[in-house]
């Protein structure tokens, strides 16, 4: 096995499209557990942590964010997005969020990656580069199944961008304990009040990141009479029925981790919490 460092983005594409059997590192959280459990064994790696030009954040009303920002940088950093901080405080340990990045969760590209429920409520895009140049996939076209995206081996992710959508957003999960614990089932909810849109990604409930479009709407439609600015309250039985919708959109399966019934029990208790939260973001 061999490892190249490289510092420049250049660098790196060369080396993807030069070279046979190539694995990129980035903060090495989930590729080192494949190598050290021997389901890998990469002829060439290529680590990535040293290139700056990969660490860039921007927000301007658009928001960039480099496949190298860390968890914990997310957490230190005004990142746009409120429910990618909540998601980001819920990762692994502090050695963990302090090495694990955007790029590698979109790279593993789990069901149960905490930040894609929230990168698919934003309708954020992916964007990827090669020496044949960039091209840009919106977040819900990346994922393809479990572990599986669109992106060719010889595409480095670089960045992960979305449009500001505001306050009003939240991450939820359930797993069997707080921290150091894969999701059972997560939740993200987005209300973008300035482009009257709602978002709703969840997680850990499919073989790819689900969107819940039949929650979305009746959410909609909810904002639509109260007031997309006004913060209100909804009724317990709205929020109940978003939840329901919310858990109606999901593919669960039983595993390990949770069954199917528990997995929809706690979708609904979330999409009710959420709604309720979010409603009344100022
Ligand atoms: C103890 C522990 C706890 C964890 N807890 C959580 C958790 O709570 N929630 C969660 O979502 N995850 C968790 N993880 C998984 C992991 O930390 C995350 O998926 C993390 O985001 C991976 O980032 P990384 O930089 O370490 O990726 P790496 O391990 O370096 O890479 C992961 C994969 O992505 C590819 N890759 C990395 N960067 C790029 C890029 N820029 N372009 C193309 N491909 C790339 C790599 O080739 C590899 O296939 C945990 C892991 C451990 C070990």
Not at 27 to 45: A, C, K, Q, Y
Not at 124 to 130: F, G, I, K, M, P
Request: glycine share 10%; with cysteine.
């Amino acid at each position: 096995m061999s490892v190249h460092i490289s510092r420049h983005v250049d660098d790196v594409l060369d080396n993807l499209s030069t070279r046979k059997d190539v694995t990129i590192l980035a903060g090495g959280t989930d590729l080192l557990v494949e190598i050290n459990f021997g389901r890998i064994r990469p002829s060439n790696i290529v680590a990535i942590d040293r290139v700056d030009e990969l660490k860039d954040h921007s927000r301007n009303g658009h928001i960039r964010m480099g496949a190298l920002v860390t968890y914990t940088r997310m957490l230190e950093t005004d990142v746009g997005s409120p429910a990618l901080q909540e998601a980001a405080r819920t990762i692994g340990s502090p050695q963990i969020r302090n090495a694990a990045t955007i790029g590698g969760n979109l790279g593993t590209c789990s069901p149960a990656g905490d930040t894609l429920p929230v990168l698919a409520a934003l309708e954020a895009t992916v964007v990827l580069r090669s020496k044949g140049g960039e091209r840009r996939v919106a977040f819900g076209d990346f994922m393809t199944g479990p572990k599986k995206s669109v992106r060719r081996p010889d595409e480095l992710i670089v960045a992960a961008e979305w449009e500001d959508a505001g306050e009003a957003q939240t991450y939820m999960f359930a797993a069997t304990r707080n921290a150091m614990a894969i999701s059972i089932s997560g939740l993200a909810l987005v209300v973008d009040r300035a482009r009257r849109r709602v978002g709703v990604g969840l997680g850990s409930c499919g073989p790819t990141i689900i969107r819940a479009t039949d929650a979305e709407r009746f959410a909609a439609g909810l904002f639509d009479e109260t007031g997309w600015d006004r913060p209100a309250r909804p009724s317990d039985a709205a929020a109940r029925e978003f939840g329901r919708l919310a858990a109606g959109a999901a593919k669960p399966i039983d595993d390990v981790r949770g069954t199917v019934a528990y997995r929809r029990h706690v979708l609904a208790v979330m999409g009710a919490r959420a709604l309720a939260r979010v409603a009344v973001v100022p």
